[in-house]
């Protein structure tokens, strides 16, 4: 009987023997990415490498398409270290894309460390009420009492008055629709 019982075995190994690359019923030590690790990896290695600053610009975007939460550090190094005002600008509508809470930190402290180009921190405050999360309500209110300028103060304080204004239902939006 126990010879019985060691033939399959036997026949399995032989049979795995003569295809290359076969393996023994059991799964791969590593796995093989799949295709959105692919395409992580190809947007976030071509968004903080040396480059034109458009295909930059265009892989930070891409990162915020992907919808992927692993890249939202790789977003917040752009944001807090880079000093083009595009790069910072692509990662705050990056950012905005993903939606997550995590996001909307990251869009509280590159506000608040104030290392943001004019117009990235423009991007950032229009982009705000559009996140519906407290952390955004917070750093709107701090922009509105603290900002940079007149102007980030101003775009803040209006930012903050559509963030608190009840929302339009959809049917009036409809109805002022040329």
Do not use: K
């Not at 023994?24 to 490498?49: E, N």
């Not at 295909?55 to 977003?75: C, K, Q, Y």
């Not at 402290?109 to 309500?137: D, M, N, Q």
């Amino acid at each position: 009987m126990r010879p019985l019982l060691l033939a399959p075995l036997l026949l399995t190994f032989h049979a795995a023997a003569q295809v290359p690359g076969a393996t023994l019923g059991m799964p791969p030590l590593v796995a093989a990415p799949s295709d959105a690790d692919r395409a992580l990896i190809s947007a976030s290695s071509a968004a903080v490498g040396p480059g034109p600053l458009e295909i930059r610009v265009l892989s930070v975007e891409e990162l915020g398409l992907l919808g992927d939460p692993r890249a939202v550090p790789l977003l917040r190094r752009v944001l807090l270290t880079e000093t083009q005002g595009p790069l910072q600008r692509a990662a705050v509508r990056a950012l905005r894309a993903l939606g997550s809470e995590a996001c909307v930190s990251v869009l509280d402290e590159a506000l608040r460390t104030g290392r943001l180009t004019h117009e990235g921190a423009r991007e950032l405050i229009a982009s705000l009420p559009y996140l519906r999360w407290e952390v955004a309500r917070a750093a709107l209110a701090w922009a509105a009492a603290s900002g940079q300028t007149y102007e980030l103060r101003a775009a803040a304080e209006a930012a903050l008055a559509r963030f608190d204004a009840p929302p339009v239902p959809r049917e009036a939006r409809l109805e002022d629709a040329p």
